[in-house]
């Protein structure tokens, strides 16, 4: 028994030697890796930098609006009846007082040459009761009979002309006029569409602005709009009305601008996308829009300062939070938490942490423009 107990003893004196052994080792790695890590230093991050520049620009405001005819109507027949004559194409453009639609006026001229004949019958007895009435040889109530008799004649007369007119059915100002509702020998109702007619010069757009635009809105203030139908294609115009009311429910505020448009491009109902210039240019602190870090809780650039070292001077990057503005191409306005000269990591923010080391490479940064263009493949 006592040699197998100190065997035993033995083994586990051996067994805690090894481990204790092993720990050490263990234990010296951890060390030697922490004291690396104390001094290990973190390869600065390639960025391409911008600076912030000051420039004087015309603020711009963007809107989504449609295009609304200054003038349109629903041309159609006031009185009944059967078609005689078309003399418009679907689709063309027209002048005021040019013919569309004869309706049949066959009864009505008939019945205008008995009460023409009728109105000379009553014009001659009339002259007539008058001569008479001149020498004293009738009554005064045979000349006002007479009178009355001629009043209701022209008045006939009058009536049917105007019925006729009615049935002739012109363009009541220039403009486009759509595809046709009606064809020859066709029986109308009263009120029966024949085309829709709009003016197509000029033309409005119609838009929305935030209520925050009224307080610098205008007459008269320059408006452009674009269309995607027309790729690059531009017109520029000036804001002819605004609204008397901000709408409570979505606080803004609704705005016409009318725009030439001779060749008819623009069509009514069509989307336009629309510019809303300044009337004075301002200064502006611009930097590129890549250099921003957007974040619920602020937005946010990293700022290039150099600082001196063991090893000698380092580029670092300081997360400075700042309030955007306008935007202008590919650049935007910073209105507060930059200065003007400072430099920005305009490419490789979203790679870096505040106090990170950097090393500037503007070779492969991207081009940034005022007013960029579409690039040709």
Same mark, same amino acid.
């Given at each position: 028994?006592?040699?197998?107990? /100190?065997?035993?003893?033995?083994?586990?004196?051996?067994?805690?030697?090894?481990?204790?052994?092993?720990?050490?080792? /263990? @234990?010296?790695?951890?060390?030697?890796?922490?004291?690396?890590?104390?001094?290990?230093?973190?390869?600065?991050?390639?960025?391409?930098?911008?600076?912030?520049?000051?420039?004087?620009?015309?603020?711009?405001?963007?809107?989504?609006?449609?295009?609304?005819?200054?003038?349109?109507?629903?041309?159609?027949?006031?009185?009944?009846?059967?078609?005689?004559?078309?003399?418009?194409?679907?689709?063309?453009?027209?002048?005021?007082?040019?013919?569309?639609?004869?309706?049949?006026?066959?009864?009505?001229?008939?019945?205008?040459?008995?009460?023409?004949?009728?109105?000379?019958?009553? /014009?001659?007895?009339?002259?007539?009761?008058?001569?008479?009435?001149?020498?004293?040889?009738?009554?005064?109530?045979?000349?006002?009979?007479?009178?009355?008799?001629?009043?209701? *004649?022209?008045?006939?007369?009058?009536?049917?002309?105007?019925?006729?007119?009615?049935?002739?059915?012109?363009?009541?100002?220039?403009?486009?006029?759509?595809?046709?509702?009606?064809?020859?020998?066709?029986?109308?109702?009263?009120?029966?569409?024949?085309?829709?007619?709009?003016?197509?010069?000029?033309?409005?757009?119609?838009?929305?602005?935030?209520?925050?635009?009224?307080?610098?809105?205008?007459?008269?203030?320059?408006?452009?709009?674009?269309?995607?139908?027309?790729?690059?294609?531009?017109?520029?115009?000036?804001?002819?009305?605004?609204?008397?009311?901000?709408?409570?429910?979505?606080?803004?505020?609704?705005?016409?601008?009318?725009? @030439?448009?001779?060749?008819? *491009?623009?069509?009514?109902?069509?989307?336009?996308?629309?510019?809303?210039?300044?009337?004075?240019?301002?200064?502006?602190?611009?930097?590129?829009?890549?250099?921003?870090?957007?974040?619920?809780?602020?937005?946010?650039?990293?700022?290039?300062?150099?600082?001196?070292?063991?090893?000698?001077?380092?580029?670092? @990057?300081?997360?400075?939070?700042?309030?955007?503005?306008?935007?202008?191409?590919?650049?935007?306005?910073?209105?507060?938490?930059?200065?003007?000269?400072?430099?920005?990591?305009?490419?490789?923010?979203? /790679?870096?942490?505040?106090?990170?080391?950097?090393?500037?490479?503007?070779?492969?940064?991207?081009?940034?423009?005022?007013?960029?263009?579409?690039?040709?493949?």
């Amino acid at each position: 028994m006592k040699a197998r107990t /100190k065997v035993w003893v033995t083994s586990m004196v051996a067994l805690f030697i090894v481990f204790g052994v092993v720990a050490g080792i /263990k @234990a010296a790695q951890i060390g030697a890796m922490i004291e690396s890590g104390k001094s290990f230093v973190q390869p600065p991050e390639v960025v391409a930098s911008a600076k912030a520049e000051m420039i004087q620009r015309r603020a711009t405001t963007n809107a989504v609006g449609t295009l609304v005819a200054v003038r349109a109507v629903t041309l159609g027949a006031e009185l009944p009846g059967t078609v005689r004559a078309v003399a418009f194409d679907s689709g063309t453009s027209v002048k005021t007082g040019h013919v569309l639609v004869r309706l049949d006026t066959s009864a009505e001229e008939a019945q205008l040459a008995a009460a023409d004949a009728d109105a000379a019958l009553a /014009k001659t007895t009339l002259e007539r009761e008058q001569k008479l009435s001149e020498e004293g040889a009738n009554r005064p109530s045979d000349v006002d009979a007479a009178k009355a008799r001629f009043k209701q *004649t022209e008045a006939n007369v009058t009536n049917l002309r105007a019925t006729i007119a009615k049935k002739v059915i012109r363009a009541p100002f220039d403009g486009r006029i759509a595809i046709r509702q009606v064809e020859l020998g066709q029986v109308l109702s009263g009120g029966v569409p024949i085309a829709s007619l709009t003016s197509v010069s000029p033309i409005y757009a119609e838009f929305w602005l935030p209520e925050q635009a009224l307080a610098e809105l205008t007459l008269g203030q320059h408006a452009r709009i674009r269309s995607d139908a027309f790729g690059d294609a531009k017109w520029d115009g000036e804001i002819t009305t605004i609204n008397s009311e901000v709408d409570a429910q979505t606080h803004t505020l609704r705005v016409r601008a009318t725009f @030439a448009n001779d060749d008819g *491009t623009l069509r009514p109902g069509m989307f336009v996308n629309v510019e809303v210039f300044a009337r004075d240019e301002k200064p502006a602190l611009i930097i590129p829009q890549t250099a921003v870090l957007y974040a619920p809780y602020g937005d946010s650039v990293f700022v290039l300062e150099e600082e001196k070292g063991d090893a000698g001077k380092a580029t670092i @990057a300081r997360q400075r939070f700042v309030r955007l503005g306008d935007r202008y191409g590919d650049f935007v306005a910073i209105t507060s938490g930059l200065s003007a000269g400072e430099t920005v990591v305009s490419d490789g923010a979203f /790679k870096l942490r505040n106090g990170s080391h950097v090393t500037v490479n503007n070779a492969l940064a991207p081009d940034a423009a005022l007013a960029p263009l579409p690039r040709e493949e």
